[in-house]
């Protein structure tokens, strides 16, 4: 079992920074792959971005913006999200990739004002 908290969401004006976190518990070595993913109202929830011990990837709208990362001695995955649109409004979820499930956060909303 996996645990994930998600802390850092809000309202920031366009063109702005801001900085999602993911905690992570519990069978932490299980984890193959960690990832940010969102859901925008009415649409279907994306990929963000994701790392693992060697490479992390990105969704083609969020590179060059977004920067994930992590701290092992903290079991915490970040987001740092830079020059925000509009569009990128949505729940942001942290996900744990492991053998045989995935584990998800409960998510935050991230609210990007014009």
């Known amino acids: 079992q996996v645990q994930l908290v998600e802390s850092g969401g809000g309202l920031v004006q366009a063109g702005g920074s801001h900085r999602l976190s993911c905690a992570a518990s519990?069978?932490?070595?299980?984890?193959?792959?960690m990832g940010w993913y969102r859901q925008a109202p009415g649409k279907q929830r994306e990929l963000v971005a994701t790392?693992?011990?060697?490479?992390?990837l990105y969704a083609d709208s969020v590179k060059g913006r977004f920067t994930i990362s992590r701290d092992n001695a903290k079991n915490t995955v970040y987001l740092q999200m830079n020059s925000l649109k509009p569009e990128d409004t949505a729940v942001y979820y942290c996900?744990?990739?492991?053998?045989?499930?995935?584990?998800w956060g409960k998510g935050t909303l991230v609210t990007v004002s014009p």
């Open positions: 519990g069978s932490i070595s299980s984890i193959k792959f």
């Open positions: 790392i693992s011990e060697s490479n992390t």
């Open positions: 996900k744990a990739a492991t053998i045989p499930r995935d584990y």
